[in-house]
């Protein structure tokens, strides 16, 4: 019998990973691009946004493995095949959207020489511009997805829970599991 909630590392994980996620697309789309490159405050967001995104690389490679060793639930149903079909797709697009996010950070960090100027105390200034780097360029474009696939997956989770009423909430959230 499948159990009635996902296992409570699971719901942790998820739940500090939608933080992340959404702290980091907002950190990359309004504080770092709004933030000259000659600025220190520059420097000290892009610290804390480069930890973050290592931190979310972390969690999620945590959470394959727990989830491969975990029962889950069976998977929601809509009572539309294809909105099933669509809800099981959005799931894929968002690890591998994520995974892809921490690539190309990681690539960007590496090609400009990020990790000994933010964190090494080399004193080197910021590059002028990161658009030719091609990952940061691939960056930008998977921030865009990602903020898309993660807004649809909330609004579906909403409809679930207030519009087919089916506590569809529950099973990723704190409780008890049955099952």
Do not use: C, E
Not at 90 to 117: C, E, F, K, R
Not at 138 to 162: D, E, N
Request: proline fraction near 6%.
């Amino acid at each position: 019998m499948s159990p009635s909630r996902y296992h409570p590392t699971l719901v942790v994980l998820h739940w500090l990973l939608a933080f992340l996620v959404i702290f980091s697309l907002g950190m990359g789309t309004f504080v770092l691009t709004a933030l000259p490159n000659d600025s220190p405050d520059k420097l000290f967001a892009l610290g804390g946004h480069m930890v973050a995104g290592l931190l979310i690389l972390t969690l999620m490679v945590i959470r394959f493995a727990v989830r491969s060793f975990t029962q889950k639930p069976q998977p929601a149903s809509t009572g539309n095949p294809l909105l099933d079909k669509i809800a099981v797709l959005n799931h894929y697009a968002l690890y591998l959207l994520v995974i892809l996010m921490a690539a190309s950070g990681i690539a960007t960090s590496v090609q400009a020489g990020l990790p000994d100027i933010v964190f090494g105390g080399s004193g080197a200034p910021l590059p002028d511009s990161f658009a030719i780097y091609t990952p940061r360029v691939a960056h930008g474009i998977i921030a865009k997805l990602l903020l898309a696939i993660v807004a649809l997956h909330a609004l579906a989770a909403l409809y679930h829970q207030f519009v087919r009423k089916d506590n569809l909430l529950a099973r990723m959230w704190f409780g008890q599991r049955s099952g």
